[in-house]
């Protein structure tokens, strides 16, 4: 396998793919504890310059010391987001941007966006992830803006362990001491708070060289049914001109993912690629990793003092369901920023609520852990995922899309679910034995209460 990988990735890729997959972060240090008061180095430490470096301009300019530590660069990234029009304000209702720069960072927009599935109907949808993002681009202005405003940015610097005491966080940034009144764990996945208990293994990236209509994006889209336990999806959206950012991923519970699924992931999304999109494809940009993912049925990720808190990928407060993480982002980081100023200017200082929980999340979670295990017969999740879009499309475009977007109301949710199971009457039969019984009732529960 991995000699079918080099070919095509090159030895290179697959390298770093063998070293994300083997690797077990170092046991973390413990710096000592800071003093209590207020001689803290800076106010913010963000730990981690990925997509969360947007929290850094924003929280200079409400005239807080920020620093990133970052382990690479800050600000560089290795992957394209997608997001709809609307999800993009904040970047300048924020005042980062004006709505000008904001339009020139997308590269490419389009009609309409599908889900379909094996052996089922496609299901269209408008509104939805059809801004292709220049992503390089977006993070790269954002450091500047951050650096123009005063933030101190170590680069190729790890957050090794921290100490929290009663004012301030000690940080070993590579056996130096920073401390800062609050730190921002933005470390994503290899956060050691990141506890989530999903996760979506994803590979995959820009691809030239394939014959697809650059006005449709494939939200969410299988070809084959389950496999070695499990539903690989694709997702394809156009980008710059004749470019298309394409991945595969699988959602799985996060202690079923073995050393080694990455690799495996890779060399499948070689294989199958040609069935799935035709063209002459040629890998451009490879993107990759793992985007956790929390289903609200069990305990949130938890950062063990009020003085580090957990933000974007460490945090999984996004969707559960569609692990749009760049979304989620948007709405968040102007209004975290605000409570972290908030939360600091006051005299006693308490941890900010940076997360206000959107209400779908709740409800979504339980189908998450549904294609997590789909269960042995290979197109029943195929079956169900298609009744269930079909009842989606049939409440209409704002309803389908609000569910893409975490923007559906409780009790959109359960008419969704009731015109699920008008079309698949076995829905709640299916989904108790693939969540089990404590699950199902806990969200039964939540549903039920929703609705009161
Ligand atoms: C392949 C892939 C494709 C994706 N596609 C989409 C998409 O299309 N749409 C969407 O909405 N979301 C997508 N996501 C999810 C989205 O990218 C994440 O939700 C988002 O990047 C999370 O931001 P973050 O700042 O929490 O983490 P990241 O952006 O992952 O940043 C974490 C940063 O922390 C740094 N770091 C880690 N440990 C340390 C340490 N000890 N010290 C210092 N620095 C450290 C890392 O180097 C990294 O730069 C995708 C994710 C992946 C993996």
Redesign the pocket.
């Known amino acids: 396998m991995n000699e079918r990988l080099r070919e095509r990735a090159g030895p290179e890729l697959l390298e770093r793919l063998v070293h994300l997959d083997r690797r077990r972060?170092p046991p973390p240090t413990a710096p000592p504890s800071p003093p209590p008061g207020d001689g803290a180095d800076f106010d913010v430490a963000i730990?981690?310059?990925?997509?969360?470096?947007l929290l850094a301009p924003a929280l200079a300019s409400l005239g807080l010391r920020v620093a990133v530590?970052?382990?690479?660069r800050?600000g560089?990234?290795h992957?394209?987001?997608?997001?709809s029009g609307p999800e993009l304000c904040p970047l300048h209702e924020s005042g980062l941007f004006t709505a000008d720069e904001v339009d020139a960072l997308v590269v490419n927009r389009y009609r309409e966006g599908v889900c379909r599935w094996h052996g089922g109907g496609a299901h269209p949808v408008r509104g939805v992830?059809d801004h292709a993002v220049d992503a390089g681009r977006l993070l790269a202005q954002v450091r500047v803006l951050a650096e123009k405003r005063g933030v101190t940015v170590l680069d190729r610097?790890?957050?090794?362990g921290e100490t929290a005491g009663r004012d301030a966080v000690a940080l070993d940034?590579d056996g130096r001491v920073l401390t800062a009144r609050v730190m921002v764990d933005?470390?994503?996945?290899?956060?050691p708070y990141a506890t989530a208990d999903l996760v979506?293994p994803?590979?995959?990236?820009v691809v030239a060289g394939l014959d697809v209509d650059p006005r449709v994006g494939d939200i969410l889209a299988t070809t084959e049914g389950v496999e070695e336990g499990r539903q690989h999806l694709w997702?394809a959206?156009p980008g710059r001109p004749g470019e298309t950012?394409v991945?595969l991923f699988f959602y799985a519970r996060a202690g079923d993912v073995p050393p080694g699924a990455l690799v495996a992931l890779y060399d499948r999304f070689f294989a199958r690629l040609p069935a799935y999109a035709r063209g002459e494809a040629r890998l451009l940009r490879p993107?990759?990793?793992?985007?956790p993912g929390w289903s609200r049925l069990g305990p949130a990720p938890r950062a063990p003092s009020p003085r580090i808190l957990l933000?974007?990928?460490?945090?999984a407060r996004?969707s559960p369901l569609?692990?749009?993480?760049?979304?989620?982002?948007l709405r968040t980081f102007a209004p975290a920023a605000r409570a972290i100023a908030a939360a600091l200017d006051g005299r006693r200082y308490r941890a900010p609520d940076l997360f206000p929980e959107e209400p779908i999340h709740r409800f979504t979670g339980a189908l998450a852990r549904l294609i997590a295990r789909p269960g042995p017969r290979p197109d029943a999740l195929n079956g169900l995922l298609d009744a269930a879009f079909a009842a989606l499309g049939s409440m209409g475009n704002d309803a389908y899309a609000a569910l893409l977007q975490d923007r559906m109301r409780p009790e959109e949710f359960v008419e969704f679910l009731r015109r699920t199971a008008a079309r698949r009457p076995s829905v709640y039969r299916e989904a108790a034995g693939r969540l089990g019984p404590l699950a199902l009732a806990r969200w039964g529960g939540r549903v039920a209460r929703s609705l009161r």
């Open positions: 972060p730990a981690g310059g990925g997509l969360s470096l530590v970052e382990r690479g800050a560089d990234v992957r394209e987001w997608n997001a992830l610097a790890s957050v090794r940034v933005a470390r994503g996945a290899t956060s979506c994803t590979v995959g990236g997702e959206f950012t991945y993107t990759f990793g793992h985007i933000f974007g990928d460490a945090a996004h569609t692990f749009c993480g760049f979304g989620a982002m």
